[in-house]
């Protein structure tokens, strides 16, 4: 059993910036890609950013230059840094994590999500 544990939504003015954190816990043989989405109301989930067990990043084009994904591997955890934040950044951002499990004859890969949490920017 695996859980993600999401922090940092809020409340705050166009401008201003967040720091969304995300930790895994539970059977983790290995932690590959990790990533946040994000769902506004009445809108298909979409993919903010990811990063890799290597370090390597990839960003949706309306947040390049202004969220920055990063993780720390020894811990479980990937952290969303959002600035220059705009009201259409408004939604439930999720973490999303690749955890390969493994019985030790045979391993599998499975997605796993947060409960997700609410960021909202006012104008």
């Known amino acids: 059993q695996v859980h993600l544990v999401e922090s940092g939504g809020g409340l705050v003015q166009a401008g201003g910036s967040l720091r969304l954190s995300c930790g895994a816990s539970?059977?983790?043989?290995?932690?590959?890609?990790m990533g946040w989405y994000r769902q506004a109301p009445g809108k298909q989930r979409e993919v903010v950013a990811s990063?890799?067990?290597?370090?390597?990043?990839v960003y949706t084009d309306s947040v390049k230059g202004r969220f920055t994904i990063s993780r720390d591997n020894a811990k479980n955890t990937t952290d969303l840094q959002m600035n220059s934040l705009k009201p259409a950044d408004t939604s439930v951002y999720y973490c999303?994590?690749?955890?390969?499990?493994?019985?030790?004859?045979?391993?599998?890969?499975?997605?796993?999500w947060g409960q997700g949490t609410q960021v909202t920017v006012s104008s």
């Open positions: 999303n994590a690749a955890i390969t499990h493994s019985s030790g004859t045979y391993s599998y890969t499975m997605d796993y």
């Open positions: 539970g059977s983790i043989f290995r932690l590959n890609a």
């Open positions: 990063i890799t067990s290597a370090g390597r990043t």
